[in-house]
């Protein structure tokens, strides 16, 4: 963000933000990583945003069919 | 690397040290290896900024768009900031 020409890093209410608007725009599946609190929030269409604790298998689901990432 | 809000607000989202930068890549290459034993879509970097329909330019880590999406735009949008995220 700048603010007065001073460079400030996203903050997690930003990022959040943003990943609502990827949903809105029709993200069908979306993952925020939070290593500094070892989560990650789960965004799905449809779906309520899911919080899990790392490490964890992130599953595509029907999304990337197949795919899963360790975090 | 800057996105712009809807609000035509200028957002620096350069990237992080070497650990981000390092779990980042691992990131795309698991996606890289999955896209190309399923070729259902492509796979885009942290440095591709997508056209949302709010006016925002927004860019993420990782991307992955199904692939008739992506045969869905015309050359002059794929060569631009491909509108939309699949």
Same mark, same amino acid.
């Given at each position: ?9 996203q903050s997690l209410p930003?990022l959040r933000?943003?990943? %609502?608007?990827?949903? +809105?725009?029709?993200? @069908?599946?979306?993952w925020l990583l939070n290593p500094q609190d070892q989560q990650v929030e789960i965004?799905? %269409? =449809?779906?309520?945003i899911q919080l899990v604790s790392m490490p964890t298998?992130? $599953?595509?689901?029907?999304?990337? *069919?197949? /795919?899963?990432?360790?975090v | 690397?800057?996105? @712009? %809000?809807?609000? !035509?607000?200028? &957002?620096?989202?350069? *990237?992080?040290?070497?650990?981000g930068?390092?779990r980042? +890549? ?5 996606? &890289? &290896?999955? =896209? ?7 796979? /885009?970097?942290?440095?591709? +900024? /997508?056209?949302?329909? /709010?006016?925002?330019?927004?860019? +993420?880590?990782?991307?992955?768009? !199904? ?6 735009? %015309? *050359? ?9 995220? $699949?």
């Open positions: 963000m700048l603010s007065n020409g001073v460079i400030k890093p930003e933000s943003k990943m %609502t608007e990827y949903m +809105a725009s029709g993200l @069908r599946l979306g965004y799905c %269409t =449809n779906q309520a298998v992130l $599953s595509g689901e029907a999304v990337l *069919p197949g /795919f899963e990432l360790k | 690397m800057m996105e @712009r %809000t809807a609000q !035509r607000e200028l &957002i620096d989202v350069s *990237p992080v040290g070497g650990e930068s390092s980042e +890549a691992d990131l795309i290459g698991d996606l &890289i &290896i999955w =896209n190309r034993q399923t070729q259902l879509g492509k796979v /885009f970097s942290s440095q591709g +900024a /997508f056209k949302l329909p /709010f006016c925002s330019t927004r860019a +993420a880590d990782a991307a992955w768009v !199904r692939q008739e999406r992506w045969d869905a735009l %015309t *050359p002059e949008q794929r060569a631009g900031l491909p509108p939309h995220l $699949s």
